[in-house]
């Protein structure tokens, strides 16, 4: 097993799916910010079905492809989440930060593959409404 990944390493990777969500290397970017998420204690979150409710979901895709789905949003969710405690310089989780990657990632793969999350589309709809903020901090409050 190799070095963890760097600060820089972590930043390139959010930078790429930033980019383009469903890119060849997306990937290996997803897996590299995963494992930084899991290795560091720069950044701490809580990965639950109350912040990454999509997981429980079924959409009827072929299997391993809502599989790859589910498991690309969980990065966008925790790249997201990630890139706002660097920035913040503290590890303090932040799921606002964590959707608001997951919505953007989910209107690409929407742009490629039809399916509806229930619940990327609520929260979406409390990020048009402006309550999506305290929405984070309520789920932050009762868990």
């Known amino acids: 097993m190799g070095a963890p990944p760097t600060h820089q390493d972590v930043s390139s990777a959010i930078a790429q799916l930033e980019t383009n969500f469903i890119g060849?290397?997306?990937?290996?970017?997803?897996?590299l910010i995963a494992n930084f998420a899991k290795e560091s204690q720069d950044v701490q979150m809580s990965i639950?079905?109350?912040t990454v409710p999509w997981l429980k979901e079924k959409w009827e895709l072929e299997p391993g492809?809502?599989?790859?789905?589910?498991?690309?949003?969980?990065?966008?969710?925790?790249?997201?989440?990630?890139?706002?405690?660097?920035?913040?310089?503290?590890?303090?989780?932040?799921?606002?930060?964590?959707?608001?990657?997951v919505c953007r990632a989910y209107a690409q793969f929407r742009s490629?593959?039809?399916?509806?999350?229930?619940?990327?589309?609520?929260?979406?709809?409390k990020r048009t409404e402006g309550i999506l903020r305290q929405y984070a901090q309520d789920v932050l409050k009762n868990r």
């Open 65 to 101: 492809l809502e599989k790859t789905i589910h498991s690309m949003l969980l990065a966008a969710y925790i790249a997201g989440n990630a890139k706002s405690q660097l920035a913040a310089g503290k590890p303090a989780d932040d799921p606002y930060a964590g959707w608001i990657f």
């Open 24 to 31: 060849p290397s997306s990937v290996d970017a997803a897996r």
């Open 112 to 125: 490629k593959v039809q399916f509806s999350s229930p619940s990327i589309d609520s929260l979406n709809h």
């Open 48 to 50: 639950t079905l109350g």
